[in-house]
């Protein structure tokens, strides 16, 4: 299984201001994906991080608003700009591991970010 | 489009109590299928996992059948533990995609009192 680490894992964010969320696993990886659970809901996702090339975004999700890097086949960010507190989720990174046909996809422990 | 629709929550049950968290997928081709757990102020874990028809996954006693039949992935466990308590996330990846992102269920929260 892969080893996802992911930083920070808990920040209080001032309402307008930007957070860059860390993404780094421990092999490469094909697929990376980032992920937000607002409180109490299921997991959205967001937009596929490609290596190489821009994101592709989930609809509702902008490239604006949820900037995402992925430089490598190892480490992808992702930033929530001009934060409001309609924000205030668990981001999560997530990857696919495995063969064509018998993918697993696991996730990091999450950024829990509350914007005051 | 691809979706997962799973049991309403919150469930509560006794210690030793048994449980069955129902889990239907609507999807193109033949997705795999998963069982997330997500404890309290935790990340997702994986919890057990389908890949083809009539395959059965496990683990920590948890048990579910891929069933094409009934498009159903049904989570169970004969006896839960107080310890077992957390949201249960059902989900599927459809293999034909060029991506493999998740399409999740609802979640179900799991109470288990001693």
């Known amino acids: 299984s892969a080893v996802i680490s992911q930083k920070p894992s808990r920040d209080i964010c001032q309402r307008g201001t930007s957070l860059t969320i860390q993404c780094q696993v421990d092999s490469q990886v094909t697929m990376m994906f980032w992920y937000r659970q607002q409180p109490g809901q299921s997991l959205t996702l967001i937009a596929t991080?490609?290596?190489?090339?821009?994101?592709?975004?989930e609809s509702g999700f902008v490239i604006d608003k949820f900037p995402i890097s992925r430089p490598n086949l190892t480490f992808s960010t992702l930033t929530v700009s001009n934060m409001s507190p309609e924000d205030s989720s668990i981001y999560l990174c997530?990857?696919?591991?495995?063969?064509?046909?018998?993918?697993?996809?696991?996730f990091g422990e999450g950024s829990w970010l509350t914007v005051v | 489009g691809d979706s997962v629709t799973q049991m309403e929550g919150p469930v509560t049950l006794s210690e030793e109590a048994f449980l069955t968290i129902n889990c239907t997928y609507t999807?193109?081709?033949?997705?795999?299928l998963f069982w997330y757990v997500q404890y309290p102020g935790e990340g997702l874990q994986l919890l057990l996992k389908?890949?083809?028809?009539?395959d059965k996954g496990s683990n920590k006693g948890f048990e579910a059948t891929y069933r094409k039949e009934t498009t159903s992935f049904h989570l169970e466990k004969g006896s839960v533990q107080v310890s077992d308590s957390a949201v249960y996330f059902c989900?599927?990846?459809?293999?034909?995609?060029?991506?493999?992102?998740?399409?999740f269920g609802s979640g179900t929260q799991l109470t288990v009192l001693p």
């Open positions: 991080a490609n290596q190489g090339s821009e994101a592709t975004y």
């Open positions: 999807a193109t081709g033949y997705p795999s």
């Open positions: 997530s990857v696919g591991s495995g063969a064509f046909g018998g993918n697993t996809i696991y």
């Open positions: 389908a890949t083809k028809a009539d």
């Open positions: 989900a599927l990846s459809d293999p034909t995609g060029s991506a493999r992102q998740l399409t």
